[in-house]
């Protein structure tokens, strides 16, 4: 059981891991490709939640946006494979901030090519997201072993 678990883990964190190490091999002076993927995605986002909220956005450089987002995969992804309830809530954080970016099929009608290719996208990464809640309910409600402590022997004469 014990086997199975922690290969399930390997496998689970493998999409993080080797997403985190391509971004990071692709980074370069510039942020990479992921950085420039990512500025429309995130002024667009930005626009959304100034627009229905009224809250308005920093203006943050996505080389330090794609420098987060391969921390938080490598670093959460190797703790969750150890079984750390931390990495889990690290690939959530992750998961929380880059989902609704990166996914917006909100900006599109429910007509065209995009809508339907991005909210696959969102729906699959919502299904990473419940993976990882449940992972922390299941660690968090499976008790700890305790060491059995042992009677004191009564001494006979």
Known sequence: MAFSSFLGRVL???VFILSAYQEFNAYGVDGGPA???LRP?????AHQVHSNVGFQLPDIDMKILVAGAIALKGIGGILFILGSSFGAF?????????????YDFYNYDSEDKEFIQLFIKFTQNMALFGALLFFIGMKN???RRQSKKKAPKTKTY
């Open 90 to 102: 690290l690939l959530l954080l992750h998961q929380m901030i880059t989902t609704p970016i990166l």
């Open 35 to 37: 950085a420039k993927a």
């Open 41 to 45: 995605k995130f002024d667009a986002f």
């Open 141 to 143: 409600s499976i008790p």
């Open 12 to 14: 689970f964190a493998s």
